[in-house]
């Protein structure tokens, strides 16, 4: 069965700078549809950034210029490089997948898989 396994989160003050990985098994990450989601306490779970195949990569407006989603075919793992982070970015981050591509990336609805997550604290 498909697996996503996160790590890298942690605790950083504002302006750090974290990474944060999604291994995959089964899932192939080169060719496929691939997210992070993030999730603050008493807040919904929201689209932060995607990786499409043949499509491109998608930001949410918080976090244009300062993440940048990457993934590694030979590891078959995605990344999350996050710069200059703030104490809104404090939340549990999420990988996700689905199985195809087409309606809103953003979406928690359309994906198939989800990792366990991995905590990131920013303090001011």
């Known amino acids: 069965q498909v697996q996503l396994v996160e790590s890298g989160g942690g605790s950083v003050q504002a302006g750090g700078s974290l990474r944060l990985s999604c291994a995959a098994s089964?899932?192939?990450?080169?060719?496929?549809?691939m997210a992070w989601f993030r999730q603050a306490p008493g807040k919904e779970r929201e689209g932060v950034a995607a990786?499409?195949?043949?499509?491109?990569?998608y930001y949410d407006d918080s976090v244009k210029g300062r993440f940048t989603i990457s993934r590694d075919s030979a590891k078959n793992t995605v990344y999350l490089q996050m710069n200059n982070l703030k104490p809104e970015d404090t939340a549990m981050y999420y990988c996700?997948?689905?199985?195809?591509?087409?309606?809103?990336?953003?979406?928690?609805?359309?994906?198939?898989?989800w990792g366990q997550g991995t905590q990131v604290s920013v303090s001011s």
């Open positions: 990786f499409e195949y043949l499509i491109g990569t």
């Open positions: 089964i899932y192939t990450v080169s060719t496929g549809y």
């Open positions: 996700a997948a689905r199985l195809r591509t087409g309606g809103r990336w953003y979406d928690r609805k359309e994906y198939n898989y």
